[in-house]
Every structure is written in C-alpha cells, then in structure tokens.
C-alpha cells in the first residue's frame, strides 16, 4: 500500500490589502489567462479567485427606498493609488429604475484634518480625480459657490462641477416664476460655471476641506508651486463632536498648566491632552528655544503611549515684519547638510538641480538640519508613491523612469556627493538658515535678502482682513447699529 502524505493544517492570515487591491488587480484576477499565467494569478502558479462565486464585486439584496420593493446593492473594496481604501457601492432597482451611487473610507478618521486647493490653468486639469467623502465640503471660490457635505462620490473636476451645475438648473423654471430674483442669481452662477467647463474662465481654484481627512485631489508630478496643495489642520472641538469623537480645548489644559507665567527659555512644558488618534489621555510637550542670532520659537511634541500616534512642530512668534525674506544657500561639500535650518509653515522649499518644490503648509514647521530636511522629503514622497497601493505598478513607464532618477538624485545629494541650492522662500520671514562664519561675517555660500509680500501672499496669510488699529471704535459702531 502506497505511503499517504499528511497535508498540515495552514491558516491564512490576510491583511487589509488583500482584501482592498487595486481595480487593475482585480481586473487580473478575474481573466488572469491575459498576463500569460494560464488560470494563475501569477503566484506560485496558484489558482485565484476572489471568492466563491469568482466575483470581484458583492451583491447584496436590499430594499429600495423609491418603490419599496428589493433592489441590488453592489459593492467593491478597492484602493486608490497614492491615496487609500475605499468602498466603491452601487444600488439599482429593476421595478421602478432608480439608481445610486457613492463612495465611503474604509479607513479610520484621521488624526487631523486636510484641505486640498488646486489652481486650474489649462483644460487636462479637469481631468485630476477627486475623492469626497460624506463629511467633506467643497468650494469653487472664484464662482463663490459651496457644496456642504454629504454623499460620498468618486469623480473628477470636470464631473464634480458638471453635477453642481446640474443641480443648479433643477427646479429654475419654477423659481423664475416665484422668485425672479434668485432666479437670476442662480442663472449667473450656472452661466459662469459652464464657462469655466468650456474653459473660458481659467483660471479657477477648487477647494476640498474633509475634517475627517478623507477626501483627496489627485496631484501631478509636473506641478509648480501654487499649483496643487494639500494642508493639515487640527480639528475644532465642534469639528471632533459633529464627527462623534470627544470634543477638546487645548486651549484650556495649556491655560492651566502655564498658570498665566512667563514660559522659561529650554525648561520643558507638559499638558495633558487627547490623542487625535484614539482619543486617549496623552502628552504634548513644549519647549522655548532661543535660535542664536535669529529668534525664539516654540518646539511642541506630543506622543501617545497607547496607538504609538507622534507628532512635532516647530512654532515662530513676535510681530509681522513688513517684508518677507528669501534665503539662497549653496551646498558644496558634506559639512554644508549639517547646518541647522528652520522652515516655517508658511516657507516655500526649493532645490532647483534636484526639481525639488515643496509648497508652502507641506510639511509644517521644522527645526532640524539641511540633510533632516531632505531625508524627510524624500522618505514622505516615496511612500506616497511607491509604497502604497500597487507600489508604483500604476505608474506609466516614463513617469516611474522620472521618479526613479528624481529620487537618485535626491539620494546622491543627501549622502553629499552633489552640489545643489536650498532656496526658501517665507513671506513671514520666520526661517532660517545658520551660517558656517562667525555671525557678523559674511557667508559666502548664503545669501539673504528683503522682498515685497505679493498681493496673493497676503490674502493666503490673511493679513488684509487684520485690522490692529480703531477696531474699538468699529466694534462700538456695529453695538449702535445691532440697537
């Protein structure tokens, strides 16, 4: 009788990336015999399906909400490269026809929230993917029009602004008998905004504000500085509560813990606070650090114990100057990445020889030194692109042969074997750079120099609408007016 081999028992431990691949994953999993795999997925010549029935999509029975009778929903667990998972659903009803569709994370809230803002100057523009969840709000600024949140869609610029106006035009012959007024107004908006579809009113801004952090606008690697940006902020505690988390004020803790005294230079400040993570008691630190021959600033860290959540920042305090500062320093040798350098929140990075831009907001504020820098950047943008969803297989041929010099020559420069500028740019004057001389020389490898804020500047900072001046007399004005 011929000997039987035992089979072991093996358990499968699947990760969330089994589960949420990619749609061109998917797609190959369902007809693998395209890739030349002969009914494999590729894999140890393993057969694969992606489940029972071979179905990348589920369907599940539900009760439509039209006519009442039962409808299909259909749902598929995907990520979206450089961003990440998502639950694409669809329902249909055979009885009466209704459709809908909508798009949710599968993620987490995040710990902060973000804002994207993207410039369009040209017609392939329209063409960048927008992900907006249910709790993101969106906002055409030059046609002064908002979206507040609500469903969840999976588009781009041109189908997101193509539905508002649609929406706009629903009900307009109804208003113009009832109300000529909003009618008209109505109408301006929708004329203007089919101008900007056709591409007669670039250019236009569109703005993305998700508190959860789960929306997003899909960059282009060939954006300049002003193009695309992505800002993070910290959730107001009205913000936190309308997503169901705890409502904080740090403000308060802060106000507690200082005890209304002067904060000593290099002595370490504990508050306690709430971690944006989990939510739990943790600790946030601070420390006033007084830069030699610059200013003083404020180093604030705070870890979690409990999800292992870490975060830093770098603040800079005193008044406004009139002039913002741009600081040119060239790297020639190795001892230069050692120099110690403060990037403000509102400095603009760029290293011309490595086509290296990061915008303003980017990174926050950082006090570390010129290869710290750099390395950040550099471990930051790699993970974006090639250690999230396919790992880059998304990437053309030409893009990811770009990506793979640009990030070699990031790497030479950051080991010190190639000469390049660091220029930074802040209309607040709030960065630095040290110098490799005494401080009342001249640095021969720096330059710095004084320059007018543009107008642009100073609407980003807000500093047109700040008033220091007569706001008593205006704030007893408005009382008179209000009785």
């Known amino acids: 009788m011929p000997a039987t081999e035992e089979t072991p028992n093996i358990t499968a431990v699947h990760s969330s990336s089994d589960f949420f691949e990619s749609i061109g994953q998917k797609v190959g999993h369902l007809d693998p015999t395209t890739n030349g795999t002969n009914g494999t997925n590729g894999t140890n010549g393993v057969a694969y399906a992606t489940d029972d029935d071979g179905k990348a999509v589920e369907e599940i029975e539900s009760l439509c909400m039209n006519c009442h009778e039962n409808g299909t929903t259909r749902m598929l667990l995907t990520s979206i490269p450089y961003f990440r998972e998502v639950i694409l659903m669809s329902f249909s009803c055979d009885k009466c026809g209704f459709t809908n569709s909508e798009i949710q994370s599968a993620g987490t809230i995040q710990p902060k929230g973000s804002s994207y803002l993207l ?8 063409e960048r993917q927008v992900v907006k969840s249910d709790t993101a709000v969106i906002k055409f600024i030059e046609l002064d029009l908002e979206v507040p949140a609500g469903r969840g869609q999976l588009t781009n610029v041109e189908g997101t602004l193509s539905t508002i106006i649609d929406d706009l035009e629903l009900g307009q012959e109804a208003r113009k008998e009832q109300a000529p007024a909003v009618y008209a107004r109505i109408q301006e908006v929708i ?13 236009f801004r569109l703005l993305v504000d998700d508190p959860a952090g789960n929306s997003w606008i899909s960059p282009n690697m060939k954006d300049g500085v002003g193009k695309w940006e992505k800002r993070e902020y910290v959730r107001t505690p009205e913000q936190n509560e309308a997503l169901g988390l705890a409502a904080t004020d740090p403000a308060t803790s802060a106000a507690q813990a200082a005890a209304d005294d002067d904060i000593i230079p290099d002595q370490v400040y504990e508050f306690p606070a709430t971690c944006p993570g989990c939510m739990h008691p943790c600790t946030t630190k601070m420390k006033m650090v007084d830069i030699p021959h610059f200013k003083a600033v404020v180093i604030m860290s705070t870890a979690c114990s409990d999800c292992g959540y870490k975060s830093n920042d770098v603040k800079t ?39 290296l831009q990061v915008n303003p907001g980017t990174l926050g504020g950082r006090f570390t030194t010129v290869e710290g820098l750099l390395t950040q950047v550099r471990n930051d943008l790699h993970s974006q692109i090639f250690e999230t969803g396919e790992g880059g297989d998304s990437l053309s041929a030409s893009d990811k042969s770009q990506w793979t010099a640009f990030f070699s020559d990031l790497d030479v420069a950051i080991k010190g074997e190639k000469k390049f500028t660091v220029i930074l740019t802040d209309p607040l004057a709030s960065s630095y750079v040290q110098k490799a001389v005494d401080p009342d020389q001249e640095d021969p490898q720096m330059t710095t120099e004084d320059y007018e804020r543009t107008e642009q500047e100073e609407e980003d900072l807000g500093l047109h609408d700040m008033k220091v001046e007569g706001y008593e007399q205006d704030s007893t004005d408005k009382a008179d007016e209000a009785r």
């Open 317 to 355: 305090g005193g008044e406004i100057p009139k002039l913002g500062k741009k600081i040119t320093l060239k790297v020639e040798k190795a001892e230069d990445l050692a120099r110690d350098i403060l990037k403000s929140e509102s400095c603009e990075l760029e290293c011309p020889e490595l086509n």
């Open 191 to 203: 004329a203007k905004g089919r101008a900007m579809l056709a591409g007669q009113a670039f250019p």
């Open 119 to 126: 410039r369009l100057t040209e017609m392939p523009d329209f």
